[in-house]
């Protein structure tokens, strides 16, 4: 196994950005199966839509309870849509926030989690609770080649 490499931490500011989104609670070991079900499900809307992808597919944990994950799942979009069954119209936190980018498996990212969460602590901050995970690359893509943002929004 390859050793962990440390990441680059940044605080950032985040623009609020019209989402599609599905939100729902599941246990971790479902998540790959409903995600891809899920990007799916949206993308087929916005294609009824005329509506293009406007950035990184995402998933929200509002809770890290791995047996009872409350995650929305979505797609940013150009702007404001109409719902549709479960897929509803959100919008991305705005405001200041800590992000890191992580190459590698989505099962290998506790410690950047530790560590991002430690530079939040360093710098003075206070995380909001919630997480957001941002895939850079698609399912297409070896494992270790996995790119994911990994932005905690940050109390102001």
């Given at each position: 196994?390859?050793a ?6 940044e ?7 019209p ?29 009824t ?19 009872n994950l ?7 979009v150009?702007h ?19 992000q ?44 270790d ?12």
């Amino acid at each position: 196994m390859e050793a962990y490499m440390v990441q680059i931490c940044e605080l950032v500011e985040i623009p609020a950005t019209p989402t599609l989104s599905i939100r729902l609670i599941t246990r971790a070991e479902d998540l790959p199966q409903l995600i891809g079900q899920t990007y799916e499900a949206i993308m087929e809307y916005m294609n009824t839509q005329g509506e293009a992808i406007a950035g990184e597919p995402f998933v929200i944990y509002h809770n890290l309870d791995m047996q009872n994950l409350d995650v929305e799942l979505g797609i940013p979009v150009s702007h404001s849509l109409p719902p549709h069954g479960e897929i509803q119209p959100s919008s991305l936190p705005a405001g200041p926030a800590a992000q890191t980018v992580y190459t590698g498996p989505y099962e290998a990212m506790e410690p950047v989690y530790d560590e991002l969460s430690k530079f939040i602590s360093d710098t003075g901050h206070e995380p909001t609770g919630i997480a957001i995970e941002y895939y850079l690359t698609g399912p297409e893509t070896p494992p270790d080649k996995h790119r994911t943002r990994i932005v905690f929004p940050l109390k102001k």
